[in-house]
């Protein structure tokens, strides 16, 4: 993992590059193809060095800033801006930069750790809290349980196709952990959502195919029919039940590609003839992918024995 100091500087020398990129689209737009944009800093200061290291200064802190910000780290303001000024000005630092390294790596070994910590709490309780709802929604009016522990209730009746377990279906979800916090949204992005149902969480390949084309489904959907111990960063902690209100728009089959001509589709088992037996010759099972690759060797072959010897 690139330390602190490693990533800071990255992310200072991008950002400026894109700020620079910014600026000289803005130029051209705003003034048009070859000329030069209004200087924001006319005026502003005494001579162009003081103006163009104050710009420097500004683009560097803010992508400190965001840096520090996006990796949560704790920070003295005033600590930093001591050390930038004694590092930048060429004095004499506390400590080097190798030492820097050693300090900034032992503190994101800790924030890791405890991360993980947090990541373990929050799971925990996402279990507890995710069976006492399971439990609740259960006895609700209209809510109905497979064998699996999945829990659904029809919201609206359907008359069309119903999907089987490799078909590709279009749907529009919204899903929420149990206290209602939406993690994803087909309605929000205002696109319905197509994939295969083989491809889901185990929730969803069940529930869809309780579905017909037109219905609308509430799907609660208990942590191991989800995403489990591991949850799904950042937005589904571990352990969590989670709650779909999905609406079935069309199904299709998923059509597999074809295989190519003499291709073979399962497994051939070759048995040897008796006098090979007799050797200690044994049983092969050769699989298909491995049959396909024998053929074309054994096709290669017969073209080099045809062909004209010189």
Do not use: C
């Amino acid at each position: 993992m690139k330390t602190l100091s490693i990533v800071l500087l990255s992310g200072v020398l991008v950002g400026s590059a894109l700020g620079q990129n910014t600026a000289a689209t803005a130029s051209s737009t705003a003034s048009g193809p070859g000329s030069a944009a209004a200087d924001p800093g006319e005026g502003k200061f005494k001579t162009e060095l003081e103006k163009h290291s104050y710009a420097m200064g500004v683009l560097l802190v803010g992508d400190i800033k965001r840096q520090l910000s996006r990796g949560n780290y704790e920070h003295d303001p005033e600590v930093i801006i001591k050390a930038f000024s004694e590092a930048l000005r060429g004095k004499p630092t506390l400590i080097t930069d190798g030492e820097a390294n050693i300090i900034l790596r032992n503190y994101t070994t800790q924030l890791r750790k405890k991360a993980e910590e947090k990541r373990k709490e929050d799971g925990e309780k996402a279990k507890v809290d995710g069976e006492l709802f399971l439990a609740s929604n259960k006895a609700k009016a209209g809510v109905q349980s497979t064998p699996s522990g999945l829990q659904y209730k029809v919201l609206t009746t359907g008359r069309g196709a119903q999907p089987k377990g490799d078909d590709i279906v279009e749907v529009h979800y919204r899903g929420t952990l149990i206290d209602g916090t939406e993690f994803d949204s087909s309605i929000t992005r205002g696109q319905p959502a197509s994939f295969g149902l083989n491809r889901v969480i185990k929730g969803w390949t069940e529930g869809l195919q309780l579905m017909q084309v037109g219905s609308k489904y509430q799907l609660v959907i208990p942590s191991e029919l989800a995403y489990g111990p591991n949850g799904s960063p950042p937005k589904i902690p571990p352990h969590s039940t989670l709650v779909f209100e999905v609406e079935l728009l069309s199904v299709k089959p998923q059509v597999a590609p074809p295989l190519p001509e003499g291709a073979a589709t399962s497994d051939i088992i070759k048995v040897p003839s008796a006098e090979e037996l007799k050797k200690g010759a044994q049983i092969e099972v050769i699989k298909s992918s491995d049959a396909e690759r024998l053929q074309k060797e054994a096709a290669e072959q017969k073209k080099r024995n045809e062909a004209p010897k010189p």
